[in-house]
C-alpha cells in the first residue's frame, strides 16, 4: 500500500462576493452571492512509503489546499485521498498518531509558553515513551541548533526560530507521514541548510513519507528526487526532477567582473554571451561543463569578482507552463 493515494480529489471554495457600495452592503445582508474559488481540481498521484517529494507551483496554484486535504482540515468537494490507508477528514486516532504538518503560517506552539512546554504536551498526546522522547529530544535540539530557544517563550523568537521549534515539535512523535509547507521560508542560508540536512537524515532513518512544498530552488534541488507541479489546481507533472532541470534549465548563468575591461568576442568561447558591459558580463554555460570551462576562464581572465546563478523554480516551472 502506497503511504499516500490521492485519486481525482477536488476542492472548491464558496466566496462571497460584495458588491461595491453601501447598496451593495444591504444587497449582501439580504441576499449573498456566491463565488466558486476551484482551487484543486481533479487531482491524482501515489507516493510510496520513504518517499520525498516536492510539490511545486506558483502562488494560488493549490499546494496549501493539497495539504490542508491531506492532513484532515478540509473536506474535499470530490475524489479520495488515503494517507497510511485512511481517510484524512475522518481524523482517526491511528491517522493522527503517525501523521504530521508543518505549516509556517500556523503554529501548533503555544505562544505564550517556552517551546519546552508544548514538546511535553505532545509527548503525552502522542504517548512517546519518556526515554525515547528525551533521547530524541536531545537529538532534535543539537541539530537543529534550538539550544536555549526551547525555554524562550513562543511570542519572543524570530520567525526563523519559530520555524526551528515547529519543525523540531511537529517531529517529536516520529510520524510516518510529514507534509512541509514552506519550511525553510524565513530562515537564514546557514539554518535552511541545516533544516534541509535534518529533514533528509529523518527521511533516512525512519522511512517517513515526506511531502514538501517550497519556492526555494536549494530546498527542492538538495531533497527531492520527484517533484509534482501543480498550477491552477491541476497537476502538470510528475516525475524526476532531473528530467525537468535538464530539459528546462540546461544552462547556468555566470555574472562576472574583471580587473579589465571586457570584449564580447574573447567570452564567446566559454558559452553564450548575454550581456557585457565595461568590465562586467554575463554568460550562460551548459549546466554539465560549469567546472571545466570556469577553469579554463579564470585561467584566462583576471577575475575579481563572480557568481553562478541557478534559474529560480519559478522560471522552470514558468517554462514548463508555457510548453505544457
Ligand atoms: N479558505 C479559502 N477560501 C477561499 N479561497 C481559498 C481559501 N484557501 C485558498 N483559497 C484559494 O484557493 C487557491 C489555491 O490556494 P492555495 O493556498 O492552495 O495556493 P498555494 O499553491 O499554496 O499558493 P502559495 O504558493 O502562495 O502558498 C487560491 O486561489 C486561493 O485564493
Ligand atoms: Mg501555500
Known amino acids: 500500500m502506497n503511504a499516500i493515494q490521492v485519486k481525482n480529489l477536488s476542492k472548491t471554495f464558496q466566496v462571497a462576493i460584495k458588491k461595491p457600495g453601501l447598496s451593495g452592503v444591504f444587497q449582501s445582508l439580504i441576499k449573498k452571492e ?7 481540481q ?3 498521484f ?17 499546494k496549501t489546499t493539497t495539504l490542508k486535504l491531506l492532513s484532515g482540515l478540509l473536506y474535499p468537494t470530490s475524489g479520495e485521498a488515503y494517507v497510511m ?12 498518531m503517525n501523521f504530521s504538518m508543518v505549516m509556517g503560517q500556523r503554529t501548533q506552539l503555544w505562544w505564550d509558553l517556552p517551546a519546552r512546554e508544548t514538546f511535553v504536551l505532545n509527548q503525552k498526546i502522542f504517548e512517546i515513551p519518556e526515554k525515547d522522547f528525551f533521547a530524541r529530544q536531545d537529538r532534535i535540539v543539537d541539530l537543529l541548533d534550538l539550544g536555549s530557544l526551547l525555554d524562550t517563550p513562543v511570542k519572543k523568537l524570530s520567525l526563523g526560530e519559530r520555524m526551528k521549534a515547529e519543525l523540531a515539535c511537529s517531529i517529536l512523535h516520529y510520524p510516518k507521514v510529514l507534509l512541509l509547507d514552506e519550511p525553510t521560508l524565513g530562515l537564514d542560508l ?16 525512519t522511512q517517513s513519507t515526506i511531502l514538501i512544498t517550497s519556492h526555494n530552488m536549494a530546498d527542492v534541488e538538495e531533497l527531492c528526487k ?13 516525475g524526476d ?4 532541470v535538464e530539459k528546462y534549465a540546461p544552462d547556468k548563468l555566470v555574472s562576472l567582473s574583471s580587473s579589465k575591461t571586457l570584449d564580447a568576442k574573447d567570452l564567446q568561447k566559454f558559452g553564450r554571451v548575454t550581456e557585457v558591459s565595461g568590465q562586467d558580463a554575463k554568460i550562460e554555460i551548459p549546466r554539465k561543463q560549469v567546472s571545466s570551462v570556469m577553469a579554463k576562464l579564470l585561467s584566462e581572465i583576471p577575475v575579481i569578482d563572480l557568481s553562478i546563478e541557478e534559474l529560480s523554480i519559478e522560471e522552470i516551472i514558468r517554462r514548463v507552463f508555457t510548453d505544457a
Open 34 to 40: 456566491h463565488k466558486d474559488v476551484p482551487a484543486v
Open 190 to 205: 546557514v539554518m535552511q541548510k541545516r533544516l534541509r540536512q535534518f529533514i533528509r537524515e529523518y527521511n533516512a532513518e
Open 85 to 96: 490507508g485512511h481517510l484524512p477528514w475522518k481524523r482517526e486516532k491511528e491517522f493522527q
Open 226 to 238: 520527484r517533484v509534482i507541479i501543480i498550477d491552477d489546481g491541476k497537476i502538470l507533472y510528475d
Open 241 to 244: 526532477l532531473s528530467k525537468i
Open 42 to 44: 481533479g487531482v491524482s
Open 46 to 62: 501515489d507516493i510510496a512509503r520513504g518517499e520525498l517529494v516536492g510539490f511545486l507551483g506558483p502562488n494560488g496554484a493549490g
